[in-house]
Nanobody
Framework: QVQLVESGGGLVQAGGSLRLSCVASPTDIRCDVMGWYRQAPGKRRELVATITGGESTNYADSVKGRFTISRDNFKKTMFLQMNSLKPEDTAVYYC????????????????WGQGTQVTVSS
């Protein structure tokens, strides 16, 4: 079973930057689609960005030009560099992993991390 652990959240002033990390384990998994979602209080969880194993990326319109998603396939780590943060970016950010394979077996379903809080003050 895949486990995802996020880190890097915190409190930052508007206009500032944060870098989120997500480490997947065990390290012998192969997962194509990974991404970041966020959920603000009273709102539904929404897509922030996704990245494939071939490093194709997709971003929500609200973060394009400000956020950058990347991954290190060898280290099974994914990052979200967030610049020019706005108060409306305040949310719990979740790491996501889609279907994966391990040891010649394929596993369907989605895996989520526990979330990391990002708070942007005005």
């Amino acid at each position: 079973q895949v486990q995802l652990v996020e880190s890097g959240g915190g409190l930052v002033q508007a206009g500032g930057s944060l870098r989120l990390s997500c480490v997947a384990s065990p390290t012998d998994i192969r997962c194509d689609v990974m991404g970041w979602y966020r959920q603000a209080p009273g709102k539904r969880r929404e897509l922030v960005a996704t990245i494939t194993g071939g490093e194709s990326t997709n971003y929500a319109d609200s973060v394009k030009g400000r956020f950058t998603i990347s991954r290190d396939n060898f280290k099974k780590t994914m990052f979200l560099q967030m610049n020019s943060l706005k108060p409306e970016d305040t949310a719990v950010y979740y790491c996501y992993a889609g279907p994966y394979s391990r040891g010649g077996y394929s596993y369907t379903g989605d895996t989520w991390g526990q979330g990391t809080q990002v708070t942007v003050s005005s």
